[in-house]
């Protein structure tokens, strides 16, 4: 009775896992075969050797060395940059006391509940009157400062005591040296998570570079798949190989670190 | 000479002595947040001032004119865009109970003490929250072809005809639901897993004490212990979905027949196939008291219940 009740959870469950993963498997084999057997009936489940014709026919059509570059570069600096200005806005805001806090606070909360699209058409203007589009700084500066990074760096911070900063205080140090070398350094799980939710949320974004990015050479990731489907005839190989390459190395990272990558997608919301 | 040296000197002397006081606990604070502040100002807090003037004017070119409220009477006769509110809710009302359930259910049978492998089914279920939307649309829009599809493929065993998923206006809309659904359950999975992990387990002990079985105790503290997780995921999922975009962009681009229209794929053919700036502001500001009024609503119904 119990033994046959477990069997029916655990293929259940095994089910669902199919379903999940499954499609990830499908798409790393589909980067190996030619546009015509991605579409075999019954369909091909062990790898072809179509990879390399796939990624030199991806890199005529797109030149995907330099869209994977650009997608890189564009999360990495994003991700640095970001996660140090919202630590130290959080910082502010959880450990300071100081004139005119409430209402800045007040206003980073209401951004946080605005839909970022309604930013959309006067951000694109100014990226048009600065002469930034097909620009790196057009997709980095817009979400530079993030609300939800902010509110969650504060929350952390909040719970580094007060008794270390003034010690540090009176030992003396500046408040520079504070925030980098005692502050940081005891918010580093925090850090991990905002980062790591930073990265993924630019790394995916499909709408702001789609509306910035409108030269080839400057696309990013996401951008240039949606641009392979616009295509007249649409070729299924690079298409999958393409879909691959933005997938691998967040999978990577994730199986890597996944418990801090889990905590740091659902934005820390999650305490485990 | 001398003089100079001395000037120089003075100044080295300032310039260490400022540079060790420049930040004090009074000012500092401003230092930290200065950043931060100064770029939500000029990128977020001038644009949606910016558009909120927009949708009360025309855009010709470079041509800016006030045109009172026409850009929004247009739109209560803009039947595409009645279309995407209602394709909007359509698909909230049925997609995120469907996914809150089998995330529900999975996070449950995760939980149940017995079982093994824990870390392997959470770290599977997970996987596809990972994945760039507009991959996961990729894949199954292959996945869902008509004639070569291998969900049609898989259908055809149980028997049923091929389903012409990306081209008719039902199955469209089912298709971004199902795209959605994958993404997203393993997500909420994980918030209702760590929401199970964290209800005290002396609440269980004593009512199994009490004689209570399995199922009441599910329906007398599980479900009201996790509660504020449920909301959580109830109102972040609803708020993403009024975003809708990437999925019906890439596997149907808002057809057929505008089926799977949403709002923000509307706003962004306005404002950047017809460049009608005005009007899309317009749509713009409709989803913002849209999302303001379902939020409140939300809040308003966990507020009266406890």
């Known amino acids: 009775m119990i033994t046959s009740r477990k069997i029916g959870i655990y293929s259940l469950l095994i089910a669902g896992v199919i379903l999940s993963i499954g499609p990830f498997y499908w798409m790393l084999v589909g980067s ?97 009157s600065f002469n930034w589009l097909n620009t790196y700084q057009a997709i980095i500066l817009p979400t530079l400062a993030s609300p939800f990074a902010i509110y969650l760096m504060r929350q952390n911070m909040k719970a580094v005591p007060d008794s270390i900063i003034e010690a540090s205080r009176v030992d003396g140090a500046g408040e520079m040296r504070i925030f980098f070398t005692v502050i940081l350094p005891v918010t580093r799980p925090a850090l991990a998570a905002v980062s790591i939710f930073l990265f993924m949320s630019q790394w995916n974004s499909l709408l702001w570079p789609l509306i910035t990015m409108n030269s080839k050479e400057m696309f990013t990731l996401p951008v240039a798949l949606s641009s392979l489907i616009g295509m007249a005839r649409i070729d299924y190989g690079q298409l999958m190989l393409g879909t691959t390459l933005s997938t691998i190395p967040i999978m990577i990272f994730f199986l890597l670190l996944q418990r801090h990558f889990i905590s740091g997608i659902l934005g820390g919301s999650v305490k485990e | 000479m001398d003089q100079t040296e001395k000037v120089v000197n003075t100044t080295a002397n300032l310039r260490v002595k400022t540079r060790k006081n420049v930040l004090t606990p009074k000012n500092a604070p401003y230092f930290f947040i200065g950043p931060a502040f100064l770029l939500i100002l000029i990128f977020t807090v001038y644009p949606v001032i910016s558009s909120f003037i927009l949708s009360f004017q025309e855009v010709r070119g470079v041509q800016k004119s006030f045109v009172g409220f026409a850009n929004y009477s247009r739109l209560f006769q803009d039947p595409i865009f009645y279309k995407s509110l209602l394709n909007t809710f359509q698909i909230l009302i049925v997609q995120v109970p469907i996914m809150l359930f089998f995330s529900l259910l999975i996070a449950v049978g995760l939980h149940s003490s017995m079982l093994r492998g824990k870390a392997f089914f959470r770290i599977s279920y997970f996987m596809p929250a990972i994945t760039a939307l507009a991959a996961a649309s990729i894949v199954f829009m292959i996945l869902l072809d008509e004639h070569f599809g291998l969900v049609n493929y898989l259908l055809s065993f149980l028997g049923l005809d091929a389903i012409s998923w990306l081209n008719t206006p039902f199955w469209a809309k089912v298709s971004v639901i199902l795209v959605m659904t994958w993404r997203w359950t393993g997500y909420n999975m994980v918030i209702f897993l760590a929401g199970l992990q964290n209800i005290p387990a002396d609440l269980y002990e004593a009512a199994s004490m009490d004689g209570a079985g399995k199922v009441k105790q599910f329906f007398m503290i599980t479900i009201p212990q996790l509660k504020p997780v449920f909301i ?73 219940e406890e």
């Open chain 1, 32 to 128: 190996t075969l030619p546009s015509g057997d991605i579409f075999h009936l019954p369909p091909k489940l062990l790898p072809g050797d179509y990879l390399a014709k796939n990624y030199q026919s991806l890199n005529e059509s797109l030149g995907i060395g330099k869209i994977f570059w650009n997608s890189l570069f564009i999360a990495l600096v994003y991700t640095f940059v970001s996660t140090l200005i919202s630590a130290m806005a959080g910082y502010a805001f959880a450990k300071f006391q100081f004139k005119g806090k409430k209402v800045f606070f007040f206003i980073i909360l209401c951004t946080l509940m605005i839909p970022s699209q309604v930013t959309l058409i006067p951000l694109f203007e100014m990226m048009v």
């Open chain 2, 232 to 304: 959580f995921t109830v109102v972040m999922s609803t708020i993403g979905t009024l975003q809708l975009f990437d999925e019906p962009f890439i596997l149907t681009n808002g057809g057929p027949n505008a089926a799977t229209m949403t709002i923000t794929l509307y706003l962004y053919e306005t404002g950047f196939k017809f460049f009608d700036f005005g009007y899309a502001s317009a749509i713009a500001y409709v989803l913002v008291i849209i999302t303001a009024i379902v939020s409140w609503i939300q809040m308003k119904l966990v507020g009266d």
